[in-house]
T-cell receptor
Framework: NAGVMQNPRHLVRRRGQEARLRCSPM?????VYWYRQLPEEGLKFMVY????????ESGMPKERFSAEFPKEGPSILRIQQVVRGDSAAYFC?????????????FGEGSWLTVV | AQSVTQLDSQVPVFEEAPVELRCNYS??????LFWYVQYPNQGLQLLLK??????LVKGINGFEAEFNKSQTSFHLRKPSVHISDTAEYFC??????????????FGRGTSLIVHP
């Protein structure tokens, strides 16, 4: 039973380019979460999605960032016109359902470096 | 709004010594508490979680944590650490948000460094 799969694991982009990070949840999981990890800052929640719906995007920057989770295929976190400050590890997590005390399962992360 | 404070950014300890990693939380409603471990360049793995019932929770790799409601704490302990326990440890809390979702909020993490 494959875990949460993220790709690419490492991505280098020049300032102004676009970054696309993909996440395939665990089999049977229909809820996806994206977190960003900056040095010395821990994990910050960005967005929570179900299939074809954004449920909570309270942690997403207002500009340049978007996320989707289509009916078919992986969830995508898209960062347009990247800047140096976007360099971070981006983690995707998934869960089978929403209920109290839900455990979310993490992928191994995508490390974005903006040069 | 929920929040998590991990009081120590780094905890150095010698092998086979006991360790406690501290976590305090704030939330206005019933909470669910988690500890995750992150090894270098990897994702987070669940160590243990508290939902209800006994306040002492046992997890994997010999770790345990105690929920203390009056002190709003959920400290992680291990009686004897190994070199392989060197990692980043994250405390997390979730409660019901508007809309019925339960999205964990994480602390900044504590780096456990085990010396031989």
């Amino acid at each position: 039973n494959a875990g949460v799969m993220q790709n690419p694991r490492h991505l280098v982009r020049r300032r102004g380019q676009e970054a696309r990070l993909r996440c395939s949840p665990m089999k049977g999981h229909s809820h996806v979460y994206w977190y960003r990890q900056l040095p010395e800052e821990g994990l910050k929640f960005m967005v929570y999605l179900q299939k074809e719906n954004i449920i909570d995007e309270s942690g997403m920057p207002k500009e340049r960032f978007s996320a989707e989770f289509p009916k078919e295929g992986p969830s995508i976190l898209r960062i347009q016109q990247v800047v140096r400050g976007d360099s971070a590890a981006y983690f995707c997590a998934s869960s089978p359902r929403i209920r109290a005390g839900n455990t979310i399962y993490f992928g191994e992360g995508s490390w974005l470096t903006v040069v | 709004a929920q929040s998590v404070t991990q009081l120590d950014s780094q905890v150095p300890v010698f092998e086979e010594a006991p360790v406690e990693l501290r976590c305090n939380y704030s939330s206005s409603v019933s909470v669910y508490l988690f500890w995750y471990v992150q090894y270098p360049n990897q994702g987070l793995q669940l160590l243990l979680k508290y939902l209800s019932g006994s306040t002492l929770v046992k997890g994997i790799n010999g770790f345990e944590a105690e929920f203390n409601k009056s002190q709003t704490s959920f400290h992680l302990r291990k009686p004897s650490v190994h070199i392989s326990d060197t990692a980043e440890y994250f405390c997390a809390v979730s409660d019901e948000r508007s809309g019925g979702s339960y999205i964990p909020t994480f602390g900044r993490g504590t780096s456990l460094i085990v010396h031989p």
